[in-house]
């Protein structure tokens, strides 16, 4: 009696381990790829270049019989370069192709300079600050996918407004501003990266009225952070 009862209990013992050995295991789960960052927050600076405004005369009509005006005096405007702030918010729609929001503000100074006065008076030149904001939107165009490349190089364009507030806001003038240009981005971790910007402006109407399209050059660099 006791050899087959302790042969029982030895088969008791060894069951529950062989049925948890010949139960199939639970698949593995896939890891979930990592969320693409896609908004771009970046903030710096750089130089605008200056802008020649033109020259006009200040005229009186004449009583003459060729009916030619009779000129007062001449200017002749421009925009000197100026420092600049700039701060930018993208968006990117696939990972080579972004939206970009961006503005910059600076404080050229701006210099009219009168001549050839009707009545012989020396020349003189009349100087002031301005305040000057350019608020665009555009594209850029990153000209790679290889995301192992120490500087990825990029295209842009866009358009927006140039605003420039004169001393004492006694005048604010809006124009056109159009740009497009290039640059290259280093991206210095998976969030976090910086980015050189250059662009050629044309400005027209506001500040620049009558004198047709006026092209200008900035320089930017920013540090960027995506979220």
Not at 129 to 152: A, D, F, M
């Amino acid at each position: 009696m006791t050899r087959p009862l302790l042969v029982l209990l030895a088969l008791a013992v060894m069951a529950p381990p062989a049925a948890a050995q010949s139960r199939p295991s639970a698949p593995a789960r896939p890891a979930r790829p990592p969320a693409q960052r896609r908004v771009e927050l970046g903030i710096g600076g750089g130089v605008a270049g200056g802008l020649s405004l033109g020259s006009r005369d200040a005229s009186l009509t004449s009583n003459n019989t060729s009916g030619s005006p009779f000129r007062l005096f001449s200017t002749d405007t421009t925009l000197a370069p100026a420092a600049v702030l700039e701060g930018r918010l993208g968006y990117r729609l696939t990972p080579r192709f972004t939206l970009d929001g961006t503005i910059t503000i600076g404080r050229p100074e701006l210099t009219t300079s009168l001549s050839a006065d009707a009545e012989s008076a020396p020349s003189v030149d009349a100087t002031e600050r301005v305040t000057e904001y350019v608020v665009t939107g555009g594209v850029s165009w990153r000209l790679t996918r290889n995301t192992r490349r120490r500087w990825i190089p990029f295209v842009s364009g866009g358009a927006g407004v140039a605003r420039h507030v004169h001393d004492g806001q006694s005048l604010i003038e809006s124009g056109v501003d159009t740009y497009f240009g290039g640059g290259v981005l280093r991206q210095l971790s998976p969030r976090t990266g910086v980015r050189a910007d250059g662009r050629l402006h044309l400005l027209r109407g506001g500040l620049a009225e009558g004198a047709g399209v006026t092209p200008r050059g900035a320089l930017t660099g920013s540090i960027f952070v995506t979220f």
